[in-house]
T-cell receptor, first 115, second 115 residues
């Protein structure tokens, strides 16, 4: 079984400040890791993913994340946020089994960017 | 955007009535998923499909059934709706092979209220 913990339910931050959204996972097998963003009243959009290779992955909208296997973490970062980044962010893990690719999600972190 | 539509987008129904939600894709992807989204829980997998007539249960499958008679359609049925099934339901799809085979693309969601 696998699980995902997002340590902060809400993160308020001022515009142009840096931000880090934390994600920890547990799994007995190798995993693939994802961050999704959900804007109000919309579906989820993929921000970035880690499948293998470089542990620092870059995504859309200036976001990046670092996979740390020893700490079982996959924290999301952005050096300077904009008002338009206000949304809910979900960390997710897939076990990679070819017969089951479903995602296990964290409970989400609401990023509130203030002017 | 991936070609995924969900219908209806909003529905209010009474306790004890059957309800069917439809997910339709134009991408010809093999894998399809149904999730529900509830505050504090993120998204949780209800059922998924790995091909026509091939389905399996997810984490929260009790009270739900699915069918997939065509590649493009994945139906979710609440056999006898209960208030605990009030939620936002998301459909997702993913490819069976290639570099994007573990990415999931989400539909716009269906908001279901059971009174």
């Amino acid at each position: 079984a696998q699980s995902v913990t997002q340590l902060d339910s809400q993160v308020p931050v001022f515009e142009e400040a840096p931000v880090e959204l934390r994600c920890n996972y547990s799994s007995s097998v190798s995993v693939y890791l994802f961050w999704y963003v959900q804007y109000p009243n919309q579906g989820l959009q993929l921000l970035l993913k880690y499948l293998s290779g470089s542990t620092l992955v870059k995504g859309i909208n200036g976001f990046e994340a670092e996979f740390n296997k020893s700490q079982t973490s996959f924290h999301l970062r952005k050096p300077s946020v904009h008002i338009s980044d206000t949304a809910e962010y979900f960390c997710a893990v897939s076990g990679g089994d070819t017969g089951r690719r479903a995602l296990t999600f964290g409970s989400g972190t609401r990023l509130q960017v203030q002017p | 955007d991936a070609g995924i539509t969900q219908s209806p987008r909003h529905k209010v129904t009474e306790t004890g009535t059957p309800v069917t939600l439809r997910c339709h894709q134009t991408e010809n992807h093999r894998y399809m998923y149904w999730y529900r989204q509830d505050p504090g829980h993120g998204l949780r997998l209800i059922h998924y499909s790995y091909g026509v007539k091939d389905t399996d249960k997810g984490e929260v499958s009790d009270g739900y059934s699915v069918s997939r008679s065509k590649t493009e359609d994945f139906l979710l049925t609440l056999e006898s709706a209960t208030s605990s099934q009030t939620s936002v339901y998301f459909c997702a799809i993913s490819e069976s092979s290639g570099s994007r085979s573990y990415e999931q693309y989400f539909g716009p969601g269906t908001r279901l209220t059971v009174t």
